[in-house]
């Protein structure tokens, strides 16, 4: 399924998916935020601990995932120009 917004801009179900998930992120960081201010903690929460372990590891997995995209880009740019 495809959607025409503007004659250059194409929005798929994938993309549209892809920005669900990156909103749900910035509102698990947000959450995560407010969680660590707060003062007074409920006995036996385990958000704070669970979600920043996670938000640790996926940080570190999306700069990887970052870093090998931007090298396979640059690879393929050097095969094209040579």
Do not use: P
């Amino acid at each position: 399924m495809t959607y025409q917004i503007q004659s250059n801009c194409l929005i798929t179900r994938h993309s549209i998916e892809n920005r669900c998930d990156i909103l749900c992120a910035l509102c698990v960081l947000q959450e995560l935020e407010f969680q660590q201010k707060k003062k007074e903690r409920i006995h036996g929460d385990k958000f704070v601990d669970a979600m920043g372990s996670f938000v640790k590891v996926a940080q570190f997995s999306l700069s990887e995932l970052d870093e090998t995209w931007k090298d396979m880009k640059q690879k393929v740019n050097s095969d094209f120009l040579t």
